[in-house]
């Protein structure tokens, strides 16, 4: 089964910090993704990959930005965090649409 | 992307067939049908997806209407664990699923 990691399950950090969120994959896929899920709000996407090096901003990109230097990782960076950061960030893994998206467990993150 | 539309919450009796509905009216020819859950404080997770035809895996059946504006996934016995939110989206080719808010299934004893 495709497996994708998040390096920590909870995160406190404070503001004005800069923040590294890693996501791992270990199936080989093209594609990585960064969402954000917010009570009422749902799931709302930071930053998408396609390959190596390559980004997009989705729909909140504001914030935040991403390195994809290696096909298996992801790093989501807050260049200074702030307490509207404060959510649960989940990564996402995928090939093709055939077979969607395997998100990982996700990271809850707290900004004081 | 076609947008979506889901009740907000059902409830469910244990072991008894869970029915969710999905509305999406305004779904394109290359669009697929995903269909998504999230249980509490995980990631969410791929159930089962579809083009035209009705599909059925070892987690769900997916029933897409023949004019392709509606579709329901089915949980034939649905079980505590099946305690969830569960997202209908639709998809072309352009890999970035984009979630609603989810129908929150809630299995009773």
């Known amino acids: 089964d495709v497996k994708v990691t998040q390096s920590s399950r909870y995160l406190v950090k404070r503001t004005g910090e800069k923040v590294f969120l890693e996501c791992v994959q270990d199936?080989?896929?093209?594609?990585m993704f960064w969402y954000r899920q917010d009570p009422g709000l749902g799931l709302r996407l930071i930053y998408f990959?396609?390959?190596?090096?390559?980004?997009e901003k989705g729909d909140i990109p504001e914030g935040y930005s991403v390195s994809r230097e290696k096909k298996e990782r992801f790093s989501l960076i807050l260049e200074s965090a702030s307490t509207n950061q404060t959510s649960m960030y989940l990564c996402?893994?995928?090939?093709?649409?055939?077979?969607?998206?395997?998100f990982g467990s996700g990271t809850r993150l707290t900004v004081v | 992307d076609a947008k979506t539309t889901q009740p907000p919450s059902m409830d469910c009796a244990e072991g008894r067939a869970a029915n969710l509905p999905c509305n999406h009216s305004?779904?394109?020819?290359?669009?697929?049908v995903y269909w998504y859950r999230q249980i509490h404080s995980q990631g969410p997770q791929y159930i089962i997806h579809?083009?035209?035809n009705n599909e059925t895996n070892e987690m769900a059946s997916l029933i897409i209407t023949e004019d392709r504006k509606s579709s329901t996934l089915i949980l034939p016995h649905a079980t505590l664990r099946d305690t969830a939110v569960y997202y209908c989206?639709?998809?072309?080719?352009?890999?970035?699923?984009?979630f609603g808010g989810g129908t929150r299934l809630m299995v009773k004893p």
């Open positions: 996402a893994s995928s090939q093709t649409d055939y077979y969607g998206y395997t």
């Open positions: 199936m080989d896929h093209e594609n």
């Open positions: 990959s396609y390959d190596v090096k390559m980004k």
């Open positions: 305004t779904i394109s020819g290359n669009e697929y």
């Open positions: 579809g083009l035209k």
């Open positions: 989206i639709v998809n072309n080719a352009g890999n970035m699923l984009t």
